[in-house]
Each structure stands twice: as C-alpha cells, then as structure tokens.
C-alpha cells in the first residue's frame, strides 16, 4: 500500500511556472506507475501525465505536451511535474495516483491510491 501527499500547488499568472511534488510513503515507490490528473470546476477528473517505474517511459495529454514534463526520483519516493506556460485553462485541482500495474495509464479507474490534491489556479 502507498500513501501520497501532493504539495506545490497556487495561483501564478498565466506565463508562468510551477513544479508540483507528490511524496509517496512505504519501501515500494518503484513498483509503481505514476500519473498526474486534474479535475476543473465542473468537469470530469482527466488525465495529464504518467511515467513508467524506472521513468524511461512518460505519457502527456495533448494539452500539456511541450508545456508540462513529468519526472521521478525514486531514491526520494517522489513525483514531479512541472508546469510551463501555464494559461488560465489549466486551473484545476491536481492529483497524483498510484498503480503497480494499470492496464492503461490514461485511466483513473487503473488507479488504486490517489492523493488529496493541490490547487492550481492560473490568472490571466
């Protein structure tokens, strides 16, 4: 079993940066395929980026791709994702989700442990 605990997250103008962390508790951290989401006022939690164990594999919405690079360290059981050019239309609450095996990563229902969230609002 694995705890997270996102962090990171405030309001920035639209243009800037952010880098969000996801620290995940127990012995296991590279076992597990990572994904971020968010979940907008109003809409359905949806899927911005995952990464493989070892993190040779990364996946992006297209939405983000070329603006967001997600990243781990698993001598330090994080997740990373940063956030470029940010616009106002990525204003979301953001998670992070665990899984050792999800049959596909897009999903959230592959998913088995999420974090509580942390705010992004993008100002424009």
């Known amino acids: 079993q694995v705890q997270l605990v996102e962090s990171g997250g405030r309001l920035v103008q639209a243009g800037g940066s952010l880098r969000l962390s996801c620290a995940a508790s127990?012995?296991?951290?590279?076992?597990?395929?990572m994904g971020w989401f968010r979940q907008a006022i109003g809409k359905e939690r949806e899927f911005v980026a995952a990464?493989?164990?070892?993190?040779?594999?990364?996946y992006y919405a297209d939405s983000v791709k070329g603006r967001f690079t997600i990243s781990r360290d698993n001598a330090k059981n994080t997740v990373y994702l940063q956030m470029d050019s940010l616009k106002p239309e990525d204003t979301a609450v953001y998670y992070c989700?665990?899984?050792?095996?999800?049959?596909?990563?897009?999903?959230?229902?592959?998913?088995?442990?999420w974090g509580q969230g942390t705010q992004v609002t993008v100002s424009s």
């Open positions: 990464i493989s164990w070892s993190g040779g594999s990364r």
């Open positions: 989700a665990a899984d050792t095996n999800p049959a596909s990563v897009y999903y959230t229902y592959e998913y088995d442990y």
């Open positions: 127990g012995r296991t951290f590279s076992s597990y395929v």
